[in-house]
């Protein structure tokens, strides 16, 4: 199975970039979908975004136009570029895979991401 090891955040003011990585303990060349998910205290994990085998992305909403996932198979390792912060994208991400489509998602231990205002 394969384990996914995120890092790469931290505390960052308003308006800052961060970029987290999360390496995978073996190839994700056949993985169908990689993706970050998000979860701050009190609340329920979310979806940030995710990417296709295909290369194919998606994005919450409230995400658009500031963060940008991407895949480097070859270093079995994704990314999540994540600019314009706010101090309510504080949160734990979490990296997260999925052999197939349909299939239960791995989860990586969780990065913390702290946003001052």
């Known amino acids: 199975q394969v384990q996914l090891v995120e890092s790469g955040g931290g505390l960052v003011q308003a308006g800052g970039s961060l970029r987290l990585s999360c390496v995978a303990s073996?190839?994700?060349?056949?993985?169908?979908?990689m993706g970050w998910y998000r979860q701050a205290p009190g609340n329920q994990r979310e979806l940030v975004a995710t990417?296709?085998?295909?290369?194919?992305?998606n994005y919450a909403d409230f995400v658009k136009g500031r963060f940008t996932i991407s895949r480097d198979n070859a270093k079995n390792t994704v990314y999540l570029q994540m600019n314009s912060l706010k101090p309510e994208d504080t949160a734990v991400y979490y990296c997260?895979?999925?052999?197939?489509?349909?299939?239960?998602?791995?989860w990586g231990q969780g990065t913390q991401v702290t946003v001052s205002s």
């Open positions: 997260s895979s999925k052999e197939k489509p349909w299939s239960l998602p791995k």
């Open positions: 073996k190839s994700i060349f056949s993985i169908a979908v």
């Open positions: 990417v296709s085998r295909g290369g194919t992305t």
